[in-house]
């Protein structure tokens, strides 16, 4: 798989992220680890939780509990990097990113994972109710403390989010160098409202700040929850339409599933004026649909394909 280097080449990361969401809860241990050994097998290194995954399922405890029995039993935690996050609710407790709330959660997943060292972490949605001043500060002291390498934002407003950064340039505190938001191939209806607020989806005006600024994306839920090969998984708020039937046909052409060119898609827009790099973060439950579309990221585009998906 192809590697990037991100966050001023502090990290090396695999061009797809996978996401470990479900493991340990809907997703049973044996096939958490197949998909998990199936990665890595395939040179991925980058792999996606939360100190809440999957509370809506179980107590929000499993995803990092698995992962951390995962790391002991294949020995290979300085060979991944691991992406965690703090502050959405879980079971009515854990919502904020006050200080003592990022230690004291930051803590629990060290040892839910079985590590002294978080590569990137994330803050996983805003808190307008705590200053941007005490939440920088605190991931900040993370860092300088060795204990996390690189942090990110997750469910930020474009705005809110270059707000924090400036934060902490003023300050002289880590900023966030990555980007986490939910984004596929298909637009969103201008009547959408995201489930959470801050959960915005992603436009042109965030590419564009995000490609000026040089931080990545990573997008989850890039696979429309299974939408592109089952339709009924789609979730409502894509539109469907000629962007879709373009699409399939392309893939048709290519002899690939629509899901796999999504993730081509994806993967090549760092090629496109205007776009930042994205980093496809996407999950299965099944071995074979996480190959078949991690097989995505090795379609070769052509610029006139790619410009036309996009134009699409
Ligand atoms: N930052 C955030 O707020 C946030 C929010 C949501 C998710 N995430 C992250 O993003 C990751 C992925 O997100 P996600 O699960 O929402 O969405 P997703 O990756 O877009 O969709 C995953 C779903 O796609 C289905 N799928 C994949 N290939 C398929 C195929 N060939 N045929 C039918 N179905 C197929 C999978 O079903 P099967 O299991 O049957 O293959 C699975 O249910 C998560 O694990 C998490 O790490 C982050």
Known sequence: MKKLLIADKKLEVANVCLGAMNFGSTTDKKSSYDV?????????????TSNNYAHWAGTGDESETLLGEW???????DKVIIATKVGFDRHGEGAGLKKEQIEYWFDRSLKKLG???????????DDPNTPLEETMAAFDSLVKKGKVRVLGGSNY???RFAEANMTAKEKGLTPYSVMQQRFTYLNVRGDAVPKY???????RERLRFLASKNIPLVAYSCLAKGGYEVPERMPAENIL???LEFLKKMAADKDVSATALVVAWL?????????????PLFASSKVAHFLENLDGAEIALSDEELNALCKA
């Open 36 to 48: 998990l050994d199936a990665y890595i097998d395939r040179g991925g290194n980058f792999i996606d």
């Open 71 to 77: 790391l002991r039993d294949r020995k290979c935690r």
């Open 115 to 125: 590590t002294d060292y978080i590569d990137l972490y994330y803050a996983h949605v």
């Open 157 to 159: 407003d474009t705005w």
């Open 197 to 203: 607020p801050f959960n915005e989806f992603v436009n």
């Open 241 to 243: 339409g000629e962007r």
């Open 267 to 279: 993967t090549n827009l760092y090629r496109v004026e205007g776009y930042p790099v994205v980093i």
